[in-house]
T-cell receptor
Framework: GESVGLHLPTLSVQEGDNSIINCAYS??????FIWYKQESGKGPQFIID?????DKRQGQRVTVLLNKTVKHLSLQIAATQPGDSAVYFC????????????FGAGTILRVKS | DTGVSQDPRHKITKRGQNVTFRCDPI?????LYWYRQTLGQGPEFLTY????????KSRLLSDRFSAERPKGSFSTLEIQRTEQGDSAMYLC???FGTGGDSPLHFGNGTRLTVT
């Protein structure tokens, strides 16, 4: 597979532990946020989204937390599995700047067995 | 498989040649997006369509790039007179909605290498 994210932050966790991936955004006009997972050679895969009128949303094994005061978004993965190893991106829609998503730089998650 | 489909998966071309990529979105999705991704970076927005109308283009989309979605279904992205800096993964995504709060569903991309 390709070598992705030579300079991306990396989070290494033990299989079975919980993972927390963080994302800071700078635009207070952002009103919709998504977390994506990208495996080598594939396109980004939707994980979970949250609108700015919420501060927490849960899915299957994943939770997204939004702190608008400090412009911070996090993705929590419970009981991390080897299949969770990938690059994770947060993306935001900036209100008034069209109907597109702006992506962050990404975080590499490595799960050790 | 009813996801977003992109063709070809890989394209190697010589500098100065023209290339064209195709994207077939999820059938009920009215919006179609093109993004570009280079190694170690997040995807960067290029352009998007709502049905057949191209509603927004990024400054990244130089005059050598053109995208079409003639019948509001599949889309093509053409790059004329390719340059080495065009080497990247070109991602297509689709969504359903009218506002900015619909998730984009991505294909697996076309990897372009310009030699």
């Amino acid at each position: 597979g390709e070598s992705v994210g030579l300079h991306l932050p990396t989070l290494s966790v033990q299989e079975g532990d919980n993972s927390i991936i963080n994302c800071a955004y700078s635009n207070s006009a952002s009103d919709y946020f998504i977390w994506y997972k990208q495996e080598s050679g594939k396109g980004p895969q939707f994980i979970i989204d949250i609108r700015s009128n919420m501060d927490k949303r849960q899915g299957q094994r994943v939770t997204v937390l939004l702190n608008k005061t400090v412009k911070h978004l996090s993705l929590q993965i419970a009981a991390t599995q080897p299949g969770d190893s990938a690059v994770y991106f947060c993306a935001e829609n900036i209100r008034g700047e069209g109907n597109k998503l702006v992506f962050g730089a990404g975080t590499i998650l490595r799960v050790k067995s | 498989d009813t996801g977003v489909s992109q063709d070809p998966r890989h394209k190697i071309t010589k500098r100065g040649q023209n290339v064209t990529f195709r994207c077939d979105p999820i059938s009920e999705h009215n919006r179609l997006y093109w993004y570009r991704q280079t190694l170690g970076q997040g995807p960067e927005f290029l352009t998007y369509f709502q049905n057949e109308a191209q509603l927004e283009k990024s400054r990244l989309l130089s005059d050598r790039f053109s995208a079409e979605r003639p019948k509001g279904s599949f889309s093509t992205l053409e790059i004329q007179r390719t340059e080495q800096g065009d080497s990247a993964m070109y991602l297509c995504a689709s969504s359903f909605g009218t506002g900015g709060d619909s998730p984009l569903h991505f294909g697996n991309g076309t990897r372009l290498t310009v030699t």
